[in-house]
């Protein structure tokens, strides 16, 4: 007995013995009736034995055929068990959090999907809110989020890994009939006396209502009362529309019919965005959106801080960026770009 059968051949002899049929094993293992005839009597030649009966009306396994036949199976299971244990893996799908389908971050991920093959899927989530991002990140739930990192608790950092994205520029959304909608740009200052959304009563994303806090801090700009959590760009449309808000936002924004986005100055508010994943996260989509992250802040200069710019103290060292030191004006001042 050999001990090098082909695998091939214990195929199809393991296939014509279980349909008895020549013309069904071979449409079983998509080769003509011809093919699986020779790899038969090849098998039987290297056996030293027939292994079937053949005539006009039907095939039958002979003594020996019978005595074969579970061997073959035991050896065509090993054959794919080792096939199986050297396979690649398909890695799974990595689930990012991008806010909404506009913007900084799915810009992000539409530049990682580019440089990963079409098996390594990355999967866009619409969720608005790190806070919130960041309990499903650590429980695993999530894999990536955006957000502003120094906005977390120090012990919800701790088991966390950021990249800086981008220093975003601060805008207002204002009603098209707002005295301000006017301007090409709204001056900090003249924003005193407003009330502006920044979704206070939101628990998913207390660290941009807490950046709005310190930004509205002794410029006499009110902050809108809490509202329940708004879940979609078109609730959120329809939410603001109805209640006459003005909203506090970044430069790059979902249109809002009926009202106009306008960029904020003197100073330039910068919203710090980071990218967030846990530490001990391995993903080739990982490595892509980094890489994404890299090339798109470097070409975009997304990193490069206004010279009038605001930015709270512990935003600036998170996102490694130097500012000079600006004239206080209160706790929720923060320090002011050169």
């Known amino acids: 007995m050999p ?12 296939a014509v013995a279980e349909e008895l049929h020549f013309t069904r094993a071979a449409a079983r293992l998509y080769v003509a009736q011809q093919a699986l005839s020779r790899d038969i009597r090849r098998l039987e030649r290297e056996v030293g034995t027939a292994l079937f009966v053949r005539t006009t009306r039907q095939v039958a396994l002979t003594a020996d055929g019978e005595r074969l036949l579970p061997y073959a199976r035991r050896v065509l299971s090993a054959h794919e068990d080792l096939a199986a244990a050297f396979r690649p893996v398909p890695e799974r799908p990595l689930l990012v959090d991008v806010g909404v389908p506009i913007g900084t971050a799915h810009r992000v991920l539409e530049d990682a999907r580019e440089r990963v093959p079409d098996s390594c899927e990355l999967v866009a989530r619409f969720h608005s809110g790190l806070t919130g ?7 695993g ?3 990536v989020s955006f957000g502003r990192y120094a906005g977390l608790p120090p012990a919800v950092r701790s088991g966390l890994a950021h990249q800086p994205v981008r220093l975003e520029p601060m805008a207002v959304l204002l009603r098209e009939d707002h005295p301000l909608a006017a301007r ?3 001056p900090l200052a003249e924003l005193a006396g407003e009330t502006l959304y920044a979704a206070a009563g939101n628990p998913q994303t207390e660290e941009w209502t807490e950046l709005a806090a310190r930004l509205f801090a002794g410029r006499g700009i009110a902050m809108a009362e809490p509202f329940p959590e708004i879940e979609g760009s078109r609730e959120f449309v329809r939410v603001v529309r109805k209640r006459g808000w003005s909203v506090l936002a970044s430069v790059e924004f979902i249109d809002v019919p009926g009202m106009v986005l ?6 330039v508010p910068l919203s710090p965005l980071s990218m967030v994943w846990r530490r001990d996260l391995h993903h080739p989509g990982l490595t892509a959106l980094r890489a994404a992250v890299h090339e798109l802040a470097r070409k975009n200069e997304w990193l ?3 010279e009038d710019a605001w930015l709270p103290r512990e935003d600036a060292a998170a996102m490694g960026v130097s500012v000079g030191e600006g004239e206080g004006e209160g706790e929720g001042e923060g320090v002011r770009g050169r």
């Open 3 to 14: 001990f090098d059968i082909d695998p091939r051949l214990l195929r199809a002899f393991t």
């Open 133 to 139: 991002a960041a309990a499903e990140l650590a429980a």
């Open 141 to 143: 739930r999530l894999d």
């Open 184 to 186: 090409p740009e709204v």
């Open 262 to 267: 306008r960029p904020v100055v003197d100073p």
């Open 304 to 306: 490069t801080v206004p």
